[in-house]
């Protein structure tokens, strides 16, 4: 077979298996595991239990993932999408996650500001 037919069908197979609906939750040993600054782990934490039965790639990424994806701006909650992106947030925009699930709660959604606002 050709390498480029592989690595499509290699594709398609990942895709198909991402889709599978593994949810994570928060005794992930992904979370557990997770390293960096208190406030990151705990961000991590609200993640697991909100985010990730969506948003599965998710769990690997470390506090620089989330950075070189544009998921958050340092120092800055409004201009980061996933503070931006959570329903009741205090930004001005009307967030709209997590979908099909309960809104975060008022402590979850300052655990990930105080992550946001607290990176170096």
């Given at each position: 077979m050709k390498k480029g037919i592989k690595i499509v069908?290699?594709?398609?197979?990942?895709?198909?298996?991402?889709?599978?609906?593994?949810?994570?939750?928060?005794s992930s040993s992904d979370v557990a595991s997770a390293s960096g600054t208190?406030?990151?782990?705990?961000?991590?934490?609200?993640?697991?239990?909100?985010c990730l039965s969506c948003h599965s790639a998710?769990?690997?990424?470390?506090?620089?993932?989330?950075?070189?994806?544009?998921?958050?701006?340092?120092?800055?909650?409004?201009?980061s999408s996933i503070y931006n992106r959570i329903r009741g947030n205090d930004t001005g925009t009307a967030g709209d996650m997590p979908q099909s699930n309960p809104?975060?709660?008022?402590?979850?959604?300052?655990l990930i500001k105080t992550w946001i606002n607290n990176i170096e």
């Open positions: 069908l290699l594709l398609v197979f990942l895709v198909m298996l991402e889709g599978c609906g593994k949810v994570k939750n928060s208190e406030a990151f782990v705990a961000a991590k934490q609200v993640v697991a239990d909100k998710w769990t690997s990424y470390s506090e620089a993932d989330y950075i070189s994806k544009n998921l958050v701006t340092k120092k800055n909650p409004t201009n809104n975060l709660s008022q402590s979850e959604m300052q």
